[in-house]
């Protein structure tokens, strides 16, 4: 594999893109590699997505879920960081606050690295906002970590069987609902950082998972969520 595939840019939406982001990964991975490696970059757009449809390689679940999955879908969205689209998930009528909704790839595995991604809280009486998800094993096990402008609080999260437990918190932020931000994660071994619109907030050590897991988006009950430029950065062996 050359040079070249140090940096990829890849726009989801058909199944060629699917195999491009697993080569890339599997590149970044691999042995003798690993200056190369540490600047690979695997974008996950939505651009290419026809607007009412799911990406490829994309599923739905939920985590306690009480009612009708979410309704993720791609959208129009002039005001997108990276215009024309954003991957939505839409407002759910049943705002039972223990459902976790997510909108997630299996085939895209990572361990070790930075995760990113843009966001934008749009409505929401029990929750708001969102964030990424990673090393996730199943609908039930995985670390999230998100942003509440109700709440103003940045948290980071392990989902284990099903049940939450907060690793580190950062209070008293005030982002609005309806502003775009930036969720960063740089996960390496058991240490965990999180960055939020270029700061740091977040720094705390976990071992429960310990596998490469998939990675994708996450809400919280009712939140009506738009996210973008969703990043992946394997780290080099």
């Known amino acids: 594999m050359t040079r070249n595939m140090a940096r990829t840019a890849i726009t989801l939406g058909t199944g060629l893109a699917a ?8 590149y970044a991975g691999a042995p003798g590699h690993a200056q190369n490696a540490k600047s690979t970059e695997i974008r996950l757009t939505f651009d290419a997505v026809h607007p ?37 998930a839409a407002p759910r009528s049943d705002n039972f606050g223990g459902t976790y909704n997510l909108c997630w790839r299996k085939d895209v595995r990572f361990l070790d690295g930075e995760i990113e991604v843009k966001l934008r809280a749009n409505t ?18 995985y670390y999230v970590a998100r942003y509440n402008p109700l709440e103003r ?11 939450r437990r907060m690793l580190d918190s950062a ?25 939020l619109d270029g700061k740091q907030l977040l720094d705390v ?8 897991g998939g990675v994708g988006l996450w809400t919280k009950a009712d939140a009506a969520t738009s996210f973008d430029d969703f990043t992946v950065r394997p780290a080099g062996e």
């Open 19 to 26: 195999m491009v982001a697993l080569a890339a990964l599997a």
């Open 52 to 88: 009412g449809a799911l990406p490829a390689g994309w599923k739905v679940e939920a985590t306690n879920r009480r009612g009708n999955l979410a309704a993720w879908k791609v959208v129009a969205d002039p005001t997108a960081p990276s215009s024309p689209n954003v991957l939505r």
């Open 153 to 163: 609080n940045f948290r980071v999260y392990i989902v284990k069987d099903g049940a």
């Open 205 to 212: 050590h976990d071992g429960t998972f310990t596998k490469p």
């Open 171 to 195: 209070p008293r932020i005030k982002i609005a609902t309806g502003q775009w931000l930036t969720i960063r994660i740089v996960h390496k071994g058991d240490h965990i950082e999180g960055w």
């Open 124 to 141: 929401g009486h029990e929750d708001q906002g969102g964030g990424p998800i990673w090393r996730v094993q199943d609908r039930n096990n």
